[in-house]
């Protein structure tokens, strides 16, 4: 990442972030969607298998997850799987193409074909985590009793001990709109925070509990929803926060695939907590690359992004 560039860069809602190499591969994609051609769905695949080949686990979860919601409304994964049924990437692909269809459509068909794939992933691939992720998410959609769920967690953490999707996905099934409370959330992040390196893909975890719970008073309403913005006073709160600001945009301090995802997070709960002047080298290392969360809670992203980024430089 280039942080800290004077040069404000045109904002637009970037799902490969910075990762330049997703970046033309997303391109390429959307040129053979347009073409029509007959032959563009195999061509696609061609692409895909051939960008899929790396076993970094952080970079290798981030793509996938990318590519499957990018392709989630075509027949591109389904027709991998399709063509090789023992390619357990092609088959986690086409698992998490079916988790994001379903959930855009409150459609859960394909939920159950989901979890088969990922089954199958895990036996054809021991060492690799990304079945066990998806697994996770399923786990959440189907409700899997408590053991069930840990146990598809522990298994996870065997294969790539810091994963940040894992834990995102965790921390959300612990929450009360899942199967859990906020007192296991703020256990959860307790736990992860005096365990973890400073700099662990899953670094966001606290900070992105914060920003839901926050997100989730003001949704109520009322005059609770007015008195939100109280929430940053808490000294815990305020402590992730001041760690987040302090150390997150130093040069090469976070590595990780998804790194400007989570700067979005702290740029946000920043600008909440009425802290523009702190946000504002948070902006400068994002660039251009904005998030739909946790912007869209304040209505459209990219808009939302903005107006709190100029915000942040207007700030003294």
Same mark, same amino acid.
């Given at each position: 990442?280039?942080?800290?560039?004077? $040069?404000?860069?045109?904002?637009?809602?970037?799902? &490969?972030?910075?990762?330049?190499?997703?970046?033309?591969?997303?391109?390429?994609?959307?040129?053979?969607?347009?073409?029509?051609?007959?032959?563009?769905?195999?061509?696609?695949?061609? %692409?895909?298998?051939?960008?899929?080949?790396?076993?970094?686990?952080?970079?290798?979860?981030?793509?996938?997850?990318?590519?499957?919601?990018?392709?989630?409304?075509?027949?591109?994964?389904?027709?991998?799987?399709?063509?090789?049924?023992?390619?357990?990437?092609?088959?986690?692909?086409?698992?998490?193409? &079916?988790?994001?269809?379903?959930?855009?459509?409150?459609?859960?068909?394909?939920?159950?074909?989901?979890?088969?794939?990922?089954?199958?992933?895990?036996?054809?691939?021991?060492?690799?985590?990304?079945?066990?992720?998806?697994?996770?998410?399923?786990?959440?959609?189907?409700? *899997?009793?408590?053991?069930?769920?840990?146990?598809?967690?522990?298994?996870?953490?065997?294969?790539?001990? /810091?994963?940040? &999707?894992?834990?995102?996905?965790?921390?959300?099934?612990?929450?009360?709109? &899942?199967?859990?409370?906020?007192?296991?959330?703020?256990?959860?992040?307790?736990?992860?925070?005096?365990?973890?390196?400073?700099?662990?893909?899953?670094?966001?975890?606290?900070?992105?509990?914060?920003?839901?719970? *926050?997100?989730?008073? $003001?949704?109520?309403?009322?005059?609770?929803?007015?008195?939100?913005?109280?929430?940053?006073?808490?000294?815990?709160?305020? !402590?992730?926060?001041?760690?987040?600001?302090?150390?997150?945009?130093?040069?090469?301090?976070?590595?990780?695939?998804?790194?400007?995802?989570?700067?979005?997070?702290?740029?946000? !709960?920043?600008?909440?907590?009425?802290?523009?002047?702190?946000?504002?080298?948070?902006?400068?290392?994002?660039?251009?690359?904005?998030?739909? /969360?946790? /912007?869209?809670?304040?209505?459209?992203?990219?808009?939302?992004?903005? $107006?709190? %980024?100029?915000?942040?430089?207007?700030?003294?």
């Amino acid at each position: 990442m280039s942080f800290l560039s004077t $040069r404000r860069k045109a904002s637009r809602i970037m799902l &490969e972030l910075d990762d330049v190499h997703l970046g033309k591969l997303l391109k390429s994609l959307r040129t053979t969607m347009r073409s029509g051609a007959i032959a563009s769905t195999d061509l696609r695949v061609s %692409q895909i298998a051939d960008f899929l080949k790396g076993r970094d686990w952080d970079r290798h979860t981030f793509h996938l997850e990318v590519l499957a919601h990018f392709l989630a409304d075509t027949p591109v994964p389904s027709k991998w799987a399709e063509q090789q049924p023992d390619n357990a990437t092609a088959l986690v692909l086409h698992a998490w193409s &079916e988790l994001f269809r379903a959930r855009a459509t409150g459609n859960s068909e394909g939920v159950s074909r989901a979890r088969t794939n990922c089954l199958r992933a895990a036996d054809l691939a021991p060492l690799d985590p990304t079945p066990w992720i998806v697994l996770l998410t399923v786990s959440r959609l189907e409700r *899997y009793r408590t053991a069930d769920t840990f146990y598809v967690w522990n298994e996870i953490l065997l294969r790539d001990r /810091w994963n940040r &999707e894992a834990y995102l996905s965790m921390m959300r099934y612990l929450s009360p709109d &899942e199967a859990g409370s906020r007192l296991q959330v703020l256990e959860f992040v307790d736990s992860l925070r005096s365990r973890m390196p400073m700099n662990a893909p899953c670094a966001a975890t606290e900070l992105t509990s914060q920003v839901l719970h *926050y997100q989730s008073i $003001r949704a109520r309403g009322g005059v609770e929803g007015l008195m939100a913005r109280n929430y940053w006073n808490d000294i815990h709160v305020t !402590a992730a926060l001041d760690h987040a600001s302090r150390h997150w945009t130093q040069p090469s301090f976070l590595s990780h695939a998804a790194a400007l995802a989570d700067l979005n997070t702290l740029a946000y !709960a920043l600008t909440s907590a009425d802290r523009p002047r702190e946000a504002r080298p948070v902006f400068r290392a994002i660039g251009g690359a904005v998030t739909s /969360w946790p /912007w869209q809670f304040e209505g459209d992203p990219l808009t939302a992004f903005q $107006r709190a %980024q100029s915000r942040a430089e207007a700030s003294r």
